[in-house]
């Protein structure tokens, strides 16, 4: 027999009844029912019940163990009463009867109960990371994230993708967050840093005349914590494609990101990929607030700037005489009364915003009669236009925003994903998908007016050269999101791959021919030398397997995940490095106050 088991604690059915088996794992739970023990025994795969009483060999050195006690046990396979069959576990027809007990090893007291459902700290589960992915749901998450990796490469490779890796440690690159820089024991004062992403590779391989390539590549970006991001490192389906156009990207990549919502998502629908919409960032700002929408939920902000202007409603009213602001309503089908209204109106509060007015439509036996306190200062005449506008009626509301979109489109976009979901307007059992299209290459700064890039440096402008030459801020490229349930899941582009196209696209951006040729040397020479029109984009690992386990903390489906402050916890990190290893690569550190 194995030197420790013979099966596992999910193995054992009926047909072992009579056999002789070793199984090991964790004491899951311990019931002493008076001279009789029974032991739940965990492992990876599933529990069994073994049992010992004062006839059992191993029945003292049994009552010895304790909870998470790693141990092996030799015994007989045994059917239960037909009254003790527990369906709910593969084993549940059978008990083993303990003969034999060695302890594997034993526990001390436990800083976190790994039975049942209590809750902790997340100090406390990251502290005590490996006795946390003990629990049930840790166990099946981790399983989960395996299998929809898995999953990922068997499809990418079925559609002609082969997978190469690419560099850990390279030199420094503008994606858009700040870098991890790794000092240089061998070229003192010099650094490396650790990729954000594998862009530059990836259309490199292209340029070397390999077709299509993917990675699960890992990604490291030292940005500011967030529910659904991790502070420093995370993992990416990576792809690129030679001869593409954006279609192209889109037909590749949605039937991979479908297939692994169908085979894992529990049963949620999902769109035919085909019919996902493609919706340009503008109409998504305006009608979503946000370039993420969650499509489940049905409602579409609008613009109703002409029935607050010149109205009595003073703040609207003087608000729309300043150039670039405008009104926008929220429809709140069912949300009609003043108590629900007050109740969104004090959320705005909490947002930072003074409030948020609203209207409610009534019957008050006479006909739909509008209610609220922008009723009353704009008048039935505007109040009925902006219903049938809004297609509103009795029961129904809309609250309005105002001012620069800039400023208020990230609460008004958080307004209705509230609103969807307390008028349970949200669809919980679907994924819902939309490609985000036509983003904007460049942004101005308001305060200095100083153009920059807006997303990804590297895209292709709509328009190449010409673009470029005329407005900046109308310029658009060839850049993408994919949007799922209120998160961004794949992000790409077609790039810019002719490097007279890349200079000036930098240049608008203050970046000179020389500072371009000095930071994307490889890229900008390469481009030189038959570059192919190519595209791609990156899918990310972690929040796909955070939606699809069914949580909005990414933290819960990372194995060994850092803190919000960055930290790891468990190994202690970051910490402070010897005098020793500090003198080999040349640097100090300075104290900081």
């Excluded at 083993?96 to 902790?120: C, K, M, N, T, W």
């Excluded at 967050?177 to 840093?193: E, M, N, T, W």
């Amino acid at each position: 027999m194995h030197a420790y088991r013979s099966h596992t604690c999910a193995d054992l059915t009926k047909d072992q009844v009579g056999d002789t088996v070793r199984l090991a794992g964790w004491v899951h739970r311990i019931r002493d029912h008076g001279g009789v023990l029974f032991i739940d025994l965990r492992d990876h795969y599933g529990i069994t019940q073994v049992i010992a009483d004062a006839d059992s060999p191993a029945f003292a050195a049994l009552e010895k163990v304790r909870s998470e006690w790693c141990i092996r046990i030799d015994g007989n396979v045994l059917a239960r009463d037909a009254s003790l069959v527990n369906p709910n576990l593969p084993t549940g027809e059978i008990e083993v009867f303990v003969r034999d007990l060695e302890v594997l090893g034993s526990a001390d007291e436990l800083p976190l109960i790994v039975f049942g459902d209590q809750e902790y700290p997340e100090e406390t589960r990251l502290k005590y990371r490996y006795l946390d992915l003990r629990r049930e749901a840790m166990q099946s998450s981790m399983t989960l994230r395996s299998d929809v990796v898995a999953s990922i490469r068997k499809r990418m490779w079925a559609k002609d993708f082969r997978e190469y890796q690419t560099p850990i440690i390279t030199a420094s690159s503008p994606e858009g967050a700040r870098d991890f820089l790794v000092p240089s024991r061998q070229q003192p004062g010099k650094f490396y840093a650790l990729p954000q992403a594998p862009q530059q590779f990836k259309q490199l391989i292209m340029v070397s005349g390999f077709d299509k390539y993917f990675q699960i590549a890992p990604c490291f970006r030292d940005e500011d914590p967030r529910a659904d991001r991790s502070p420093t490192d995370f993992y990416q389906l990576d792809m690129e494609m030679s001869f593409v156009t954006q279609q192209d990207v889109f037909d590749t990549i949605s039937p991979v990101i479908a297939g692994v919502f169908e085979e894992f998502g529990g049963g949620k629908s999902v769109d035919d990929p085909a019919t996902w919409p493609q919706i340009p960032y503008a109409e998504a700002a305006l009608k979503y607030g946000t370039d993420k929408p969650d499509l489940r939920n049905p409602i579409e902000m609008q613009v109703v700037s002409e029935h607050f202007a010149g109205s009595g409603f003073a703040i609207f009213a003087k608000l729309l005489e300043q150039d670039g602001t405008e009104i926008r309503a929220i429809p709140a089908p069912g949300g009609g009364s003043r108590k629900f209204c007050d109740r969104m109106n004090a959320w705005a509060q909490k947002e930072g915003l003074p409030g948020m007015g609203y209207i409610f439509w009534r019957d008050q036996g006479e006909g739909i009669e509008a209610a609220g306190p922008l009723a009353k200062n704009i008048g039935p005449e505007r109040t009925e236009a902006i219903r049938q506008q809004l297609d509103l009626g009795v029961g129904d509301a809309a609250f309005f925003l105002g001012g620069k979109p800039a400023a208020f489109q990230r609460v008004a976009g958080k307004a209705r994903d509230v609103l969807g979901t307390e008028l349970k307007l949200t669809d919980e059992n679907r994924f819902a998908f939309a490609w985000i299209v036509d983003f904007p290459i460049y942004e101005k700064d308001e305060e200095t007016g100083e153009i920059d890039f807006e997303h990804n440096p590297f895209s292709m402008p709509q328009g190449g050269m010409a673009a470029l030459e005329a407005d900046p801020l109308a310029v658009k490229g060839f850049q993408y999101d994919l949007a799922c349930n209120g998160y961004e899941l794949v992000s790409g582009a077609i790039r810019n791959h002719k490097p007279e196209v890349m200079l000036k696209a930098f240049e608008i951006a203050g970046y000179g021919a020389d500072e371009v040729k000095s930071r994307f040397g490889a890229l900008f020479n390469a481009f030189h030398y038959g570059a192919p029109p190519h595209g791609g984009c990156a899918a990310g690992i972690d929040r796909i397997v955070m939606l699809l386990a069914g949580t909005s903390n990414i933290r819960e489906v990372i194995m060994f995940p850092m803190n919000q402050r960055a930290e790891d916890l468990m190994m202690s990190a970051p910490s402070d490095p010897s005098s020793e290893q500090l003198m080999e690569l040349g640097l100090r550190v300075i104290p900081q106050d």
